[in-house]
């Protein structure tokens, strides 16, 4: 364990109960665990300026709501990260959720079922919340191939020209990895006339102008028309949102069941998301040393030839192609190494497609991800698995 931090509290890292920690393995789990999985990417989950407004947010309102947005629920906390958000995304309005899966599913049910003889176009590889969402909205669905504009070309040119059409994609795609080709299909849907419906669950806060996203860093961002975003990654809270124009979020305002009829956030994770959003729009210190990490991260793994499946962001899926080894290599990194990254198999990956999900956070030190990767490098060989 020592070898994998250099004796300080690298926020995210530690995890001092190993019970926390599943393992099927039959060693002994060391007492502290280094998370190399989490999702709170920029370390802002514990970051004293989050904390801080939390604990005064709690103080002064206490720890709920009170009821759903629409009876007593809102909180001049939830209307105030709505407005940081709308203009963090250069968008007219911003619509909070309890949850990134809520904002998705409830979003697209709405914009999609809608939409008047509407034909809906999704990657293939998108979330879960957004295929649940557009099956809810019972809109007619064509799913092009992943990142493939050239197929979501050829499905947008078969389509009759005169129905309503939704481009629904993602920026960062959470398992691969990779990043879509946004200027290409944002051309597309101008030329389709399509409106747009971009995650960007796994950018907001890592990318672009202010933590933005792609979207935002290519330029773009005006040419998509609603962007969806999570506050519970680089935000390090909870709840998600949506931001476009006045008029889409307002239908969804009034006819989104996943809003109307739930508890809104808590008014101190909505303080705590405005203060994490304010202070990332202000420091890019955080999204240089994530990149930094992950750019280590990759270096390391092509001189010791480990599989990984697209370096375009900061998620670094190590491609191991078998369950029971991937299974394998997570245990043996926790029990050999106190490092915990979660195997991940079917159904979030198709069969014989198993990753490794790792995320080099910001908060990492260089010295810890030389030593996770020459961990790694270990078991890679103790296993037999086969090098790029």
């Known amino acids: 364990?020592?070898?994998?931090?250099?004796?300080?509290?690298?926020?995210?890292?530690?995890?001092?109960?190993?019970?926390?920690?599943?393992?099927?393995?039959?060693?002994?789990?060391?007492?502290?665990?280094?998370?190399?999985?989490?999702?709170?990417?920029?370390?802002?989950?514990?970051?004293?300026?989050?904390?801080?407004?939390?604990?005064?947010?709690?103080?002064?309102?206490?720890?709920?709501?009170?009821?759903?947005?629409?009876?007593?629920?809102?909180?001049?906390?939830?209307?105030q990260l709505e407005n940081e958000l709308a203009d963090l995304h250069g968008k007219e309005s911003a619509l909070l959720f309890s949850s990134g899966y809520s904002a998705n599913d409830g979003s697209l049910t709405v914009l999609a079922g809608r939409l008047d003889d509407g034909i809906v176009f999704s990657d293939e590889l998108n979330h879960a919340s957004i295929i649940d969402g557009l099956r809810h909205s019972r809109a007619e669905k064509h799913i092009f191939r992943h990142n493939d504009v050239a197929h979501l070309e050829e499905l947008l040119e078969r389509a009759d020209p005169s129905r309503p059409k939704l481009i629904v994609l993602e920026s960062v795609y959470s398992m691969s990895g990779d990043i879509a080709p946004l200027a290409e299909i944002a051309d597309l849907a101008a030329r389709a006339g399509a409106m747009t419906f971009l995650d960007e669950v796994h950018a907001v806060g890592m990318y672009g102008p202010q933590g933005a996203g792609i979207a935002a860093r290519l330029g773009l961002a005006d040419q998509f028309t609603v962007i969806m975003g999570t506050l519970a990654k680089g935000f390090g809270t909870a709840g998600g949102y949506i931001a476009g124009p006045a008029v889409l979020v307002d239908a969804v305002r009034s006819f989104s069941r996943a809003f109307i009829f739930t508890t809104s956030l808590a008014p101190a994770i909505a303080a705590g998301a405005l203060a994490a959003v304010r202070h990332l729009r202000a420091s890019q210190e955080e999204r240089d040393a994530l990149r930094a990490n992950?750019?280590?991260?990759?270096?390391?793994?092509?001189?010791?030839?480990?599989?990984?499946?697209?370096?375009?962001?900061?998620?670094?899926?190590?491609?191991?192609?078998?369950?029971?080894?991937?299974?394998?290599?997570?245990?043996?990194?926790?029990?050999?190494?106190?490092?915990?990254?979660?195997?991940?198999?079917?159904?979030?990956?198709?069969?014989?497609?198993?990753?490794?999900?790792?995320?080099?956070?910001?908060?990492?030190?260089?010295?810890?991800?030389?030593?996770?990767?020459?961990?790694?490098?270990?078991?890679?060989?103790?296993?037999?698995?086969?090098?790029?």
């Not at 369950?323 to 069969?351: D, F, M, T, W």
């Open 1 to 79: 364990m020592d070898e994998l931090g250099d004796g300080r509290r690298e926020f995210l890292e530690i995890g001092r109960l190993a019970g926390r920690f599943p393992a099927a393995s039959a060693h002994a789990v060391p007492s502290e665990i280094a998370v190399w999985c989490s999702n709170d990417y920029l370390g802002m989950g514990q970051s004293p300026v989050v904390l801080t407004a939390m604990k005064e947010a709690i103080d002064e309102f206490g720890a709920g709501s009170g009821g759903s947005r629409n009876i007593g629920g809102t909180n001049h906390c939830h209307v």
């Open 294 to 388: 992950a750019a280590l991260m990759y270096g390391l793994l092509r001189e010791r030839r480990i599989p990984y499946l697209s370096d375009d962001s900061h998620i670094v899926s190590v491609l191991v192609a078998d369950e029971k080894k991937c299974k394998q290599v997570a245990e043996l990194l926790l029990s050999r190494h106190g490092a915990y990254v979660q195997a991940i198999n079917a159904p979030s990956v198709r069969p014989g497609e198993e990753i490794l999900r790792i995320a080099p956070s910001a908060v990492h030190t260089e010295a810890s991800v030389h030593a996770f990767t020459r961990a790694l490098d270990d078991i890679w060989t103790t296993l037999a698995l086969p090098r790029a």
